[in-house]
């Protein structure tokens, strides 16, 4: 859909206003980014000068999980040597913060859909601080995370949730029988899975990565998916970016760090990462966006 310069600035108006009702008051233009599939994000200068991140719920189970995401992001400040978010509004209408100045990995100008990388993609420093700031996370205590109220699988439940979300996308939607078949054998593979849980960031690509001008990664952003879980949830898209040679460097210095791995670490990640679709349907059922459910089901009727 096109918008007209009055419907635009209908919007913009609406952004300001929402704004103003949190004592916000905001200055000059807004960049307002569309593609994320739970808000619609701006960003703008506040009066004083300061650059502010807005959050726009795009639904009500979004916003239901404000509130927690939180409680955890400021049990993370306490605990990570990486920035995460400081947010000084949510609410369920807006979530707003102080812009943390670093660029993410990649970038999506305004009017565009195509990434951009803002660092080499080969960056060792990148990669190396890459897994050093996973692995600090994935050291947060336990027991701190669910005293932030953060949801917490044990590694039997982290598994019986996989299999729940096969078996729902299974009835509701056409699946190949090949990936049925790979799925299954994964569930069952005892020495695939972790005999432990981490504090996870859930959702966790380049373009939540916060990286300086030397290609050193300095936070992480959009903490909704946030929990306690498998640690390999966080290495799906390292591997789906970065390759098999990628995902081999990460574990080693992920280990090197401090970050606890097992033997079929690397195998596991990729099942992982080819259950995928299975995440992407759901979000399209839950959600009820047409686009998305077309396109995974497409994903989940092809052979791999």
């Known amino acids: 859909m096109t918008l007209t310069a009055d419907t635009a600035a209908a919007d913009t108006a609406e952004l300001r206003a929402l704004a103003a009702r949190h004592g916000l008051r905001l200055q000059g233009p807004l960049t307002i980014n569309e593609l994320g599939l739970d808000y619609q994000i701006v960003i703008s200068a506040v009066e004083g000068g300061t650059r502010w991140v807005l959050r726009i719920p795009r639904r009500a189970d979004v916003s239901a999980k404000v509130e927690r995401e939180a409680r955890a992001l400021a049990m993370l400040r306490r605990h990570l040597p990486f920035a995460v978010p400081d947010w000084r509004i949510a609410t369920s209408e807006l979530v707003a913060y102080p812009l943390l100045e670093d660029s993410t990995a990649i970038i999506v100008e305004p009017g565009s859909t195509m990434p951009e990388w803002v660092i080499p993609q080969d960056s060792e420093v990148f990669a190396r601080s890459f897994a050093t700031a996973l692995a600090a996370l994935h050291a947060v205590p336990v027991a701190a995370a669910e005293a932030a109220g953060m949801l917490v699988r044990t590694p039997a439940q982290a598994r019986q949730k996989v299999a729940d979300d096969i078996d729902r996308v299974r009835r509701e939607l056409e699946v190949n029988g ?39 990664v300095t936070g992480m952003i959009d903490w909704s998916e946030a929990r306690v879980d498998d640690p390999c949830i966080d290495m799906t898209s390292h591997l789906m970016v970065f390759g098999d040679a990628g995902l081999a460097k990460l574990l080693l210095a992920y280990e090197a760090a401090g970050g606890r791995t097992w033997s079929r670490m690397a195998h596991h990640t990729a099942e992982r990462l080819a259950v995928w679709p299975v995440t992407y349907a759901l979000f399209g059922l839950e959600s009820g966006n047409e686009t998305h459910l077309s396109t995974a089901k497409t994903q989940l009727a092809a052979e791999e």
């Open 178 to 216: 090949k990936r049925l078949h790979r799925w299954q054998r994964w569930l069952d593979d005892d020495s695939s899975w972790p005999d432990f849980s981490v504090p996870v960031h859930g959702d966790l690509y380049v373009g939540h990565v916060l990286v300086d001008k030397s290609e050193r």
